[in-house]
């Protein structure tokens, strides 16, 4: 990833509803969840969320399947974790005691975090 695209997706994440969509979406993984499901859940019109979805998927940051008759739309996470990996690529580069726990990744998302401690 170089600049250019880390500002290309932080502009998308740059407006509140659209953080909003983002955020609730990482809610249902890669399956994803039904337009229909996200403008309830946010409260916002659908002809908003259809605009707003199309630059969170033009960005790169969702990506759509059709199920049936709907269209369910999904974070995608191998965009997402590229971008936070760029974020913190130098993290603690040049400190002298490297890098303290409160640098590092806090674990593992969902459910699957507790099954995997053990």
Known sequence: MNQTQAVTL?????NETRLNVFRYLTRF???GVAAKQIARAIGVAPNSLSFHL???KHAGLV???RAG???HYAVDYAATHTLVAYLIE???EDAPEGCPPACRPQGQCGPSSADDAK
Not at 10 to 14: E, I, V
């Open 63 to 65: 990506v759509t399947r």
């Open 69 to 71: 008759r709907e269209v």
């Open 90 to 92: 130098h993290c603690c």
């Open 54 to 56: 199309k630059d969170l």
């Open 10 to 14: 932080l502009s998308a994440l740059g």
């Open 29 to 31: 993984g890669p399956d």
